[in-house]
């Protein structure tokens, strides 16, 4: 059985920063790349990023209101984390946001078999 915590979401203001972890329990960490989704109300769950097993690859949307460039996802398999850096938050990226593990780093919610229970990240304007 596989086990994913997220951590590190609040309330911030516009252009403040977040640090989210992922903190994983079960098989072996290393072999599962591990991908944040978010789901704003209303919308559908999207693909934000993603880091191979290796952590030699990593992806991120790219979107209209993309994140590249202000999100940097890392991984610690030393201590089962993987992390999502945020900066220069805007009002639209406020979303409840969980991460997934999987066998290869796709972005479709679907490839995904095992999901944490979300964080929530506001951004006040």
């Known amino acids: 059985q596989v086990q994913l915590v997220e951590s590190g979401g609040g309330l911030v203001q516009a252009g403040d920063s977040l640090r989210l972890s992922c903190a994983y329990s079960?098989?072996?960490?290393?072999?599962?790349?591990i991908t944040w989704f978010r789901q704003a109300p209303g919308k559908d769950r999207e693909f934000v990023a993603g880091i191979s097993w290796g952590g030699d690859r990593t992806d991120y949307a790219n979107s209209p209101d993309s994140v590249k460039g202000r999100f940097t996802i890392s991984r610690d398999n030393a201590k089962n984390t993987v992390y999502l850096q945020m900066n220069s938050l805007k009002p639209e990226d406020t979303a409840v946001y969980y991460c997934?593990?999987?066998?290869?780093?796709?972005?479709?919610?679907?490839?995904?078999?095992?999901w944490g229970q979300g964080t929530q990240v506001t951004v006040s304007s």
């Open positions: 997934a593990a999987g066998r290869a780093l796709l972005t479709e919610r679907r490839f995904y078999d095992y």
């Open positions: 079960g098989r072996t960490f290393s072999s599962y790349a």
